[in-house]
């Protein structure tokens, strides 16, 4: 493999980018989700959401069209699970570092473009949304809307990683596009909460 230019200021931006992990900004401090609307909403305006989404949907797109519907599938039956996931156990104090792990994963993938594969990308799309459905599951304060707010949730999941997938059929003829997506989420770990 041939080190260009190029590719030592991508390691050297990310170094300095992971340097300054922290928790997501779109958790902490976030207003409580008490219905369908707020659930709807959460996705399109938490930063760390949306870029999250929007990768899984992108980096679908990067592999064989039997197996693309499977990513989005796997992170929204994942969080699914995660807001099911017990709280406060010992690993609730993970969750927000998972997240930022999983950004910074998919951050890397999307800008060094490596042999993508299911089996390579399936660990990192699940964790994420196990992770991110434990997290917006402490959020509800309506305990009667559970149910309808993560529906919310996974519809307006659902519905960016579709958006995901449709700007990937192009995103191969323009690699900034995934240069941009993918540093967007490297940023989104380091602004402060």
Partial sequence: MKITNEALIKTGLFGVLFSHLGPVSAHSGHDKLADFSE???HPWLGLDHLLMAFAVGLIARSIPSRQMGLL?????????????FPENTVLSAYFELG?????VSIGLLLNFRPARSLSALLPI???AGLCHGAIH???VVNEGERVVTL???LTATLLIQVLGVRVGRYAHQ????QFMTGLACLVSVTLPV
Avoid: D, H, K, Q
């Avoid at 997240?99 to 950004?103: A, D, G, K, W």
């Avoid at 323009?174 to 596009?177: G, N």
């Fill in 137 to 139: 599951a402490a959020e």
């Fill in 174 to 177: 323009r690699p900034r596009l």
């Fill in 99 to 103: 997240i930022s792990v999983c950004l």
């Fill in 151 to 153: 529906a919310g949730l």
């Fill in 125 to 127: 799309v699940v964790i």
């Fill in 39 to 41: 659930g709807l909403a």
């Fill in 72 to 84: 989005p599938l796997c992170f929204t039956l994942a969080m699914f699970a995660g807001f099911y």
